[in-house]
Nanobody, 127 residues
Framework: QVQLVESGGGLVQPGGSLRLSCTAS?????????VAWFRQAPGKEREGVSCISNYDGIGRYLDSVKGRFTISSDNAKSTVYLQMNSLKPEDTAVYYC???????????????????WGQGTQVTVSS
C-alpha cells in the first residue's frame, strides 16, 4: 500500500523546537519526487510551508518560516523531515507531508500539485 506517514508533532512552548518526519511506504521516496510540507490551522486555508523541487533538489520556504524551518530528506530511509525552531503560536496547525512524481519546479513546489498525502500531525505552540 502506497502511503505517507507523518510523526513528530506535539505540544511545545513558544521558542521551542520540533522535528516532523514523513516516511513513505509501498514506494521509494527519493529525489525523483517533489516533496512538501503543508499546514492547515483552524478556520484557515491549507498553505505550503516548505518543499523540495525534484528539478533542483533545493528547499523553498513560506516567508513566515524562513530562517526557522529546515526541510531535508534521507533517500535511504524514504523519509523527509521538517525541523522547526523558534516556534510561534501562529505555527499551530495540522501539518501534512505531500509528494508527487510529477516534475515540479521550485517556483511552484509550495502550491498544491501533489497526489500523495499523509494523514497529518498536530503541532500546537502554546505556553
Amino acid at each position: 500500500q502506497v502511503q505517507l506517514v507523518e510523526s513528530g508533532g506535539g505540544l511545545v512552548q513558544p521558542g521551542g523546537s520540533l522535528r516532523l518526519s514523513c516516511t513513505a511506504s509501498g514506494f521509494t521516496l527519493d529525489g525523483s519526487y517533489a516533496v512538501a510540507w503543508f499546514r492547515q490551522a483552524p478556520g484557515k486555508e491549507r498553505e505550503g510551508v516548505s518543499c523540495i523541487s525534484n528539478y533542483d533538489g533545493i528547499g523553498r520556504y513560506l516567508d513566515s518560516v524562513k530562517g526557522r524551518f529546515t526541510i531535508s530528506s534521507d533517500n535511504a530511509k524514504s523519509t523527509v523531515y521538517l525541523q522547526m525552531n523558534s516556534l510561534k503560536p501562529e505555527d499551530t496547525a495540522v501539518y501534512y507531508c505531500a509528494a508527487t512524481s510529477d516534475w515540479i519546479s521550485g517556483s511552484y513546489c509550495l502550491d498544491d500539485h501533489y497526489n500523495l498525502w499523509g494523514q497529518g500531525t498536530q503541532v500546537t505552540v502554546s505556553s
